[in-house]
């Protein structure tokens, strides 16, 4: 396909993935449990869990040789905290800072730029037994010193970090955050204090990654998406505003001005879960000048205005807890968009919304851009001669491509492109059959197999994407 695009020199080509979806080794070399491991064992039963994923910790050799072959400059993956401090905020693990420091060397002997995540989900369990997790400022000390403990050890080595990965959808989902509480208004109470929390621990970590590495540059990872109204009914078109400035824009603002805007402080002040902030947080959030903004993407929503009535008041949640796009009362409600196809995991696969977030994003924040995550999950079949047709990843990756490219001539500045994912690792939150991968792992839900490493011909496309700087898609 003979597709014009236009990247510019050096743009940074890369594959993502994280610690409990892809290292396994849950126990092993002194690492403590975490949130995700105990959240995907309570699944086991049904679906593959954390426990051996795929295997990153014991074929890290072989897989950054296949990283070396595919053509990668940076490679984005996330330090398990708890395998550097077993249980939060007690003893440093040697075993966890070499194992990092092996990968870390070898990526670079390799050309491979390591693009490090600090936190992706996997809070030391010990966090949440001492201190109920992000809700206690405990939590935001421990993240500093885990955080500083990083820089001093590999910032010699990496520039580029993301602090959390998708504060903005970790927090809406009870279980990534171990939020419990049955009455919807107490999980909604600590859910603010903890994302307050989490906001603070991000600023935290911005001024410590440049004061300790010279040379460093860190920003969010932030989950993105864009929302489209039911219809043009004001009330619906309203809604969508709103469902992006919640689901987002609330949190880049954070990021960018230190302090929540007017409608989201309304929100909290009306659902009376106001967290509780001291004075001195006002400059530490002000202070964190985050350089970049990653944003991970996958599909686009759509919405419709619902009405607030006297059961249910304005900022209640609609729908069961742990739903990513939940309903609220006096906001909006979710549909499915006609106009989009769906993955068959029901994501809406929408190339052109990713150029609305780029554009979007550049425009009010002017900073460069670099997409950490993107991709199509779908279960793949193996073929009997050992192969993986995965032509219709293949589209879905070259028309988001497209849209960077297209974004990039709206003038949106972008760093580079890293989807989701390098090789095929553990869903986050359904097992092995969604698959993602450049790379097919052989091992199913319940059957370890053999666990290869095989190339579906999304690899050998990427490759060549990659040699070519983005003009053969
Ligand atoms: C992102 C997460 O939200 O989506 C990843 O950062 C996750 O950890 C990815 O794997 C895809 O979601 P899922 O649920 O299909 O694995």
Known sequence: ????????????????????????????????????????????????????????????????????????????????????????????????????????????????????????????????????GWESRECVKAFERYAKVCFQTFGDRVTYWQVHNEQNLMVRVDERVNITA???????????????????AHALAVKACHSIIPEGKIGPAVSSTCTYPESNRPEDVWAARLNDWFKTDYCLDMHYYGRYPGYYMRYLEERNIVPVMMPEDEEILKDAKMDFIALNYYRT?????????????????????????????????HLKNEHLASSEYGAQIDPLGLRTVLNNYHQKYHLPLIVTENGLGTADTLTEDGKVHDDYRIDYLRAHILACSQAIEDGVEMLGYSPWTFMDLLSSHEGFKKRYGFIYVNRDDHDLKDMSRIKKDSFYWYQRVIETNGEEL
């Open 182 to 200: 049955e009455d919807s208004w107490e999980a909604d109470r600590q859910r603010a204090q903890m994302d307050y929390h989490m906001f603070l």
């Open 301 to 333: 929503l759509c919405v419709k205005y619902l009405p607030a009535d006297e059961t249910h008041p304005v900022g209640e949640r609609a729908f069961p807890i742990n739903q990513v796009d939940f309903d609220q009362y006096g906001y909006f409600h």
């Open 1 to 132: 396909n003979k597709i014009k695009t236009k990247f510019p020199d050096h743009f940074l080509w890369g594959a993502s993935s994280s610690a409990f979806q892809i290292e396994g080794g849950w126990d092993e070399g002194g690492k403590g449990p975490t949130v995700a491991d105990i959240n995907s064992f309570k699944r086991s039963h049904l679906q593959a869990d954390s426990k051996v994923a795929s295997d990153f910790f014991h074929h890290w050799k072989e897989d950054i040789a296949l990283m070396k072959e595919m053509g990668l400059n940076i490679y984005r993956f996330s330090i398990a905290w708890a395998r550097i401090i077993p249980d939060g905020d007690g003893e440093i693990n040697q075993a966890g800072i070499d194992f990092y420091n092996d990968v870390i060397n070898c990526l670079l002997d390799n050309d491979i730029q390591p693009f490090i995540t600090l936190y992706h989900f996997d809070l030391p369990y010990a966090l949440v037994e001492k201190y109920n």
